[in-house]
């Protein structure tokens, strides 16, 4: 399985960015998965997950800015993470994450998640 986040870059405060994680080896939209973002110096964190059934939930940081999204095609499979009205305090290294379980019960935390990808880097600007 590998994952590969696209899609960062640099943008001022309330911009906007469209982060995008191509999925191989993992076609099956029975499994959770979520985006993870990590500031310097700072923790892991949870942002954004999406469950087998489509449900999402969010961050208290990020509800009504961000928005993930899934799109399982016949070979492949891609998660996306709509970020509107960014701030400064958005940036940070964002990481698309993936179970290997079609059970999400601690679809927050990142040991929920087997698999990684390498990060995209996002930075706001004031």
Same mark, same amino acid.
């Given at each position: 399985? *590998?994952?590969?986040?696209? %899609?960062?870059?640099? /943008? ?6 469209? =982060?995008?994680?191509? $999925? ?13 973002? *990590?500031?310097?110096?700072? %923790?892991?964190?949870? /942002? ?6 489509? =449900?999402?939930?969010? $961050? ?67």
């Amino acid at each position: 399985v *590998q994952l590969v986040e696209s %899609g960062g870059g640099s /943008v001022q405060s309330g911009g906007s960015l469209r =982060l995008s994680c191509a $999925a191989s080896g993992y076609t099956s939209s029975r499994y959770c998965m979520a985006w993870f973002r *990590q500031a310097p110096g700072k %923790g892991r964190e949870g /942002v954004a997950f999406i469950d087998r059934d489509g =449900l999402t939930r969010y $961050a208290d940081s990020v509800k009504g800015r961000f928005t993930i999204s899934r799109d399982n095609a016949k070979y492949t499979l891609t998660l996306y993470l709509q970020m509107t009205s960014l701030r400064p305090e958005d940036t940070a290294m964002y990481y698309c994450a993936a179970s290997s379980s079609s059970l999400c019960d601690y679809y927050s935390s990142s040991t929920q998640y087997a698999y990684w990808g390498q990060g995209t880097q996002v930075t706001v600007s004031s």
